[in-house]
């Protein structure tokens, strides 16, 4: 694996310093980085269309994607787009009025998609032309209590206050999961009463490796799982490799390498109106402590060692949300 793709955004330049995220960011990107070289190219510029942002100040963001062979799943706030690899050829985009502060999309095993939108605490499945087939609350509530199905929330801005804010959906022996931030956890929406405890921090991935499932925690943890048992293994903080020298990020963004690899992608910490969500940064800072910048970085998790490191800023990225691996996608395309 020589080379990388990283989604995220570039932040506008601010006449002000407060700027809430769904205002803050002018443009969606996503980069290839040659990780022997250092060399980045900016692959993919991208701006949601008039119709699908809420106002002319909303922010353009890629955010996590699933990347299937030569196909890579993404979305925006309020689209999910489908491209064909490595082109970037267009093959696909929906636009759902129930889709508010999207998070994440994947490809099911029966050809549809699911995507999470953060904004109203639910997960659809739609097919690839847009036909809604299931939805799901991810809390114990009923469907719609706390939302109408009348509005198009791809106008409203934010809906935070969120009560749960899911983050990532994955498929597990074809039932369909989802982490979930306040909760600390990850639940099965098809099977009542599966859970999985991440526990020690707020979750945001959520991906199956083999017999494991890889969680990120905003805080900087890497939480394993065992798909088998549904039970956390191990959970590695990254902070403690770094030797808490500086402010790691907001650590979303995860691509297992081998059993024992895995790069991390790290955005940048804001301070926001939201306390809520940062309170686990007064937990870590401390007197003399530095801010790192929007990076991404190659973890030996055995060893508790940090391998590489790359500063993305300098290139236009200020947020990160998905890594892929480039290699695995030209080569599907070629085959």
């Known amino acids: 694996m020589s080379r990388l793709y990283i989604l995220g955004a570039r932040q506008k330049k601010l006449l002000v310093r407060k700027e809430e995220e769904w205002n803050l960011y002018e443009t969606a990107l996503i980069l290839e980085l040659d990780i022997e070289t250092g060399q980045v190219e900016t692959r993919v510029e991208y701006k949601t269309p008039e119709e699908a942002r809420s106002t002319d100040k909303a922010s353009h963001v890629f955010k996590a994607g699933t990347l299937q062979g030569d196909i890579l799943y993404t979305c925006t ?25 999207v998070h994440h999309v994947t490809p099911t095993s029966d050809g549809n998609l699911v995507a999470v939108s953060t904004g109203l605490d639910m997960v659809i499945k739609f097919s690839p032309q847009g036909d809604v087939i299931r939805e799901w609350p991810v809390l114990d509530e009923p469907l719609w209590s706390r939302f109408s199905r009348e509005v198009d929330y791809r106008k409203i801005a934010s809906t935070k206050p969120h009560k749960s804010h899911p983050n990532f959906v994955f498929e597990l022996d074809g039932e369909v999961w989802v982490t979930r931030f306040t909760q600390r956890d990850a639940i099965c929406l098809t099977s009542a009463g599966k859970r999985i405890d991440v526990a020690v921090q707020r979750p945001h991935d959520g991906l199956v490796c083999g017999e494991r499932i890889y969680f990120t925690t905003v805080d900087g943890h890497v939480v394993i799982a065992n798909r088998r048992t549904l039970r956390v293994e191990q959970a590695v903080d990254l902070k403690l490799i770094d030797g808490q020298k500086a402010l790691l990020g907001w650590c979303r963004g995860l691509l297992p390498v081998d059993e024992n690899r895995a790069w991390v992608a790290f955005t940048r910490v804001r301070k926001t109106n939201l306390q809520e969500n940062i309170l686990w940064v007064k ?53």
Do not use: Q
């Open 283 to 335: 937990n870590v800072l401390h007197d003399g402590m530095g801010e790192k910048p929007t990076h991404i970085s190659l973890y030996d998790l055995a060893k508790r060692k940090c391998l590489a490191e790359f500063d993305l800023e300098p290139h236009g990225l200020n947020i990160i949300f998905s890594i892929f691996p480039a290699d695995i996608a030209k080569d599907a395309a070629a085959a």
């Open 77 to 101: 706030s309020t689209e999910v787009l489908i491209f064909r690899l490595p082109e970037f050829e267009r093959i696909g985009h929906v636009s759902l009025p129930a889709f508010n502060d």
